[in-house]
Every structure is written in structure tokens, then in C-alpha cells.
């Protein structure tokens, strides 16, 4: 079945970086475009980056310039580098993949348990 397990969260410092990792399974990897997602306490879960199955990448604008989505099809990994983090970042991480043909927007109904990201002064 499809699965995802995200780790590498954790405390840290405003301006500090954190890498989170992706690990997807049960996926045709290395044709889906693979994204992460966030969800702030009291607000809606919010799409974060995109990278497409060639590389290409895209950000929201709130992160744009910080963060870094990255992936390793070898190890159906997908990571995302954060640096200079806020306090708006604070959240938990999620990844989540589109198959190819899915319109945009389409995501599995699977979620992982996500990962805590803390950013605290």
C-alpha cells in the first residue's frame, strides 16, 4: 500500500536549518511529482514545495528562497532543506506524491505521521 514516513523534524532556533526526509513506498517513484505539505496549529494544511519527476521544483511564496526540495530516486526519497526559519514555519511536515495523468492538486489519500518542525527564539 502507499505509504509515507517523514522524519528529521525536531527544535529549532529562529534563523536556524533543519533537512527533513521522505521516505514513499508503495509508488511508482520515480514518475511522480513529489511535494510537501504543512500544517500550522489553527490553520489548514498548506502546500510548501513541488519537484517534478525531471527535478523541476517549485515553492510557495513564503518559502521561496529558503527552502530546498530535493529528491533521491535510487532510495524513493524525497528531502526539503530549510534554512533562515521562522517562526510561521513552526508546523507539522507532511510529503505526499501525484501519479502522472493526476491533475494538479491530486495527491494520494495516504498521509504520513508527518514531522514536528519547532522554531523557537
Known amino acids: 500500500q502507499v505509504q509515507f514516513v517523514e522524519s528529521g523534524g525536531g527544535l529549532v532556533q529562529l534563523g536556524g536549518s533543519l533537512r527533513l526526509s521522505c521516505a514513499a513506498s508503495?509508488?511508482?517513484?520515480?514518475?511522480?511529482?513529489m511535494e510537501w505539505y504543512r500544517k500550522a496549529p489553527g490553520k489548514q494544511r498548506e502546500w510548501v514545495a513541488t519537484?517534478?519527476?525531471?527535478?523541476?521544483?517549485e515553492y510557495a511564496d513564503s518559502v521561496k528562497g529558503r527552502f530546498t526540495i530535493s529528491r533521491d530516486n535510487a532510495k524513493n526519497m524525497v528531502y526539503l532543506q530549510m534554512s533562515d526559519l521562522k517562526r510561521e514555519d513552526t508546523a507539522v511536515y507532511y510529503c505526499?506524491?501525484?501519479?502522472?495523468?493526476?491533475?494538479?492538486?491530486?495527491?494520494?489519500?495516504?498521509w504520513g505521521q508527518g514531522t514536528q518542525v519547532t522554531v523557537s527564539s
Open positions: 505526499n506524491g501525484r501519479a502522472p495523468n493526476w491533475s494538479v492538486g491530486s495527491r494520494y489519500m495516504a
Open positions: 508503495g509508488i511508482i517513484f520515480n514518475t511522480n511529482v
Open positions: 519537484i517534478t519527476s525531471i527535478g523541476s521544483t
